[in-house]
């Protein structure tokens, strides 16, 4: 596999696993306004991974469509960052790992309009616009729960505490992200980290929250080794697939 | 404003003849949003281009309005249908770039949303909104106050948001700015 396939699938499995995560909360959401916004953050996030997943199978050329990328891969084989795979938790902990995803997502699209990759480029363009929808949503969430009551403040701190160790690998760069740089393809991950900073500063301060400290440990979901929660999640979402092989709609 | 781009097509393709885009875009003025059926896909904007191919099959360009929207493959599928029982052979086709807008939607469709219920987009959005900015005002459908508040960013479909109006004090749809 090339490295821009693998820079792609990692782009589209992030996308899809959160996708998968808030699909989770549809039925469940503390109250139907949030029932219908997390599905529909979740729909923006599958539509994106769908174009990525096919782009990555047609870069790689072996036939693979965005089913079998999806339906046929095993953990170890999936590139997401490892953020995006935490459970939902309670409603804070969702809303501050969207938050985290959002605040990153948005500065990697805006620098993949630039892609020498076009196909990568217009997939970009149109999830910018989305994603300014999402950021919008979950820093309004986050300001509403961080600067609320005792309790909801608890929880998004907490939240925030449980998520920090995951945040090292947004910004961390291996030979798979040099390659892209080198060739134009997308950015260095670590040049999107001051805007980012700047973006989850403003809204902590609003919410009242603060900054957890940065942990030394990097973990690397994107190259497919992944903490505990991946797998469950994978059953439930391969499960139709496996028990009827090539089911298509 | 015209309602379908005029983007390049496919390579080896050429301009339909006159009369026939005529029709086909009279047509295609039938085709309604499955989603928001008050709308047809010409009035949403999401016909990008008109073509012939060289084996005389029509190509219909068409923009999805969300990267997820479940509506793209059935509007590809109806612009398919509606073509085809009049006698055209078609092939829709995606168009990602540019990414569709919601400044696409006609003035006509713009005036059917609202008669429907549903506040049109503001217009002219393009840069990014400020992250915890005040929203631009939303016109109440029904009574035409201004006095409206947003109960929720998401809808019941990718494009739109849930209003209420403060004065007639009736809940609301709004199409959102992309």
Not at chain 1, 52 to 67: I, T, V, W
Not at chain 1, 91 to 119: K, N, P
Not at chain 2, 16 to 32: M, T
């Amino acid at each position: 596999m090339t490295p821009q396939v693998r820079y792609v699938l990692r782009l589209a499995d992030s996308s899809l696993v959160l996708a998968q995560r808030l699909g989770e909360w549809v039925g469940h959401a503390p109250a139907l306004e949030e029932d219908l916004g997390l599905a529909n953050v979740a729909l923006d996030l599958l539509g994106q991974a769908r174009l990525l997943l096919a782009h990555a199978g047609e870069l790689e050329g072996r036939g693979r469509g965005e089913d079998e990328l999806a339906y046929l891969r095993d953990e170890a084989e999936f590139l997401n960052l490892t953020l995006v795979e935490q459970p939902n938790g309670d409603f804070g902990q969702t809303i501050a790992r969207q938050f985290l995803f959002d605040a990153w997502q948005l500065g990697m699209v805006e620098a993949l309009q630039q892609s020498a990759d076009a196909r990568l480029a217009a997939i970009a363009a149109k999830a910018l616009k989305e994603t300014r929808y999402h950021l919008r949503y979950s820093a309004g969430w986050l300001v509403r729960l961080g600067d609320g009551t005792d309790e909801s403040h608890g929880r998004a701190q907490r939240a925030l505490e449980r998520l920090w160790p995951y945040v090292n690998e947004l910004f961390v760069a291996d030979e798979v992200d040099r390659a892209a740089a080198a060739a134009g393809v997308g950015p260095e991950p670590g040049a999107l980290e001051q805007a980012w900073t700047a973006r989850v500063d403003e809204v902590l301060a609003q919410a009242t929250l603060a900054r957890p400290e940065r942990a030394h440990f990097v973990w690397y979901g994107r190259q497919g080794r992944h903490g505990e929660h991946l797998g469950y999640l994978l059953a439930e979402m391969q499960s139709l697939h496996r028990a009827h092989p090539g089911a298509t709609w | 404003m015209s309602h379908v781009a005029p983007r390049a097509a496919h390579p080896g393709t050429a301009a339909l003849p006159a009369e026939s885009e005529a029709r086909i875009r009279s047509l295609l003025g039938q085709v309604p949003d499955p989603e928001i059926p008050v709308l047809s896909v010409i009035d949403l904007g999401v016909i990008r281009h008109l073509a012939l191919r060289p084996d005389g099959t029509v190509e219909v360009g068409v923009a999805p309005t969300y990267s997820g929207c479940p509506a793209t493959p059935v509007i590809k599928a109806d612009i398919v249908r509606a073509l085809a029982g009049a006698g055209f052979q078609v092939a829709a086709v995606d168009v990602l770039s540019p990414p569709w807008t919601s400044d696409w939607i006609s003035a006509e469709g713009r005036r059917k949303l609202a008669a429907f219920g549903i506040a049109p987009p503001a217009q002219a959005v393009g840069s990014a909104r400020a992250l915890l900015a005040k929203d631009p005002p939303v016109a109440c459908p029904r009574c035409g106050s201004g006095r409206t508040a947003r109960t929720s960013e998401f809808g019941s479909t990718p494009c739109k948001a849930l209003y209420r109006c403060e004065a007639c004090l009736e809940p609301f749809d709004y199409f959102k700015c992309l």
